[in-house]
């Protein structure tokens, strides 16, 4: 079994792949469970993007995720381009959309979420960047707030992430 959406690919041009996909970050194409019959083939779809198959586990079930990826300077343009949309449309301003498509850390995207609430309420902002995890009861109970995405390891994160964009240092 080939997913649909790969046939849908190929009678399309690199450049309208790039309208079409990658210029609004949408380069996550299928996602399923990982079964011998899926036939993960990765054709050419021009000069610009490639394909790529992603293995992983969610909820003890092996999965597998096709996605598109920039090959060329200009895929590469286009695809931090949608990337910063990504972020926007989540609802961070240009310059944070912009230093998030920087960021090489993959728990951005499942935590962009939560970044942006972090960034727009002052208080969380002080309490994830005072982050304890050694004392993560008693930073909890010192701030007075609930764990934005209710795990310590995610919590951790995701104050690595606020701390990273908040230091100036980077870009």
């Known amino acids: 079994m080939v997913p649909s959406i790969v046939s849908s690919l190929m009678s399309l041009s690199s450049d309208q792949i790039g309208a079409k996909y990658v210029q609004y970050g949408d380069v996550d194409l299928w996602e399923g469970i990982n079964t011998s019959s899926l036939e993960k083939i990765t054709p050419s779809i021009g000069p ?21 990826v920039p090959i060329s300077k200009d895929g590469k343009k286009l695809y931090f381009r949608g990337q910063i949309f990504i972020a926007m449309k989540a609802g961070l301003c240009h310059d944070m959309a912009f230093k998030w498509a920087l960021c090489k850390d993959r728990a951005k995207y499942t935590l962009l979420n939560e970044v942006v609430v972090v960034l727009q309420d002052d208080h969380l902002l002080q309490a994830y960047l005072s982050f304890d995890e050694k004392n993560y009861q008693e930073w909890l109970l010192r701030w007075q707030i609930d764990s934005v995405t209710g795990s310590i390891t995610d919590d951790k994160k995701l104050a690595q992430l606020v701390m990273w964009f908040i230091d100036e240092t980077v870009i």
């Open 48 to 68: 610009h993007f490639g394909l790529k198959w992603i293995d992983y586990v969610k909820q003890n079930l092996l999965m597998s995720k096709l996605i598109i």
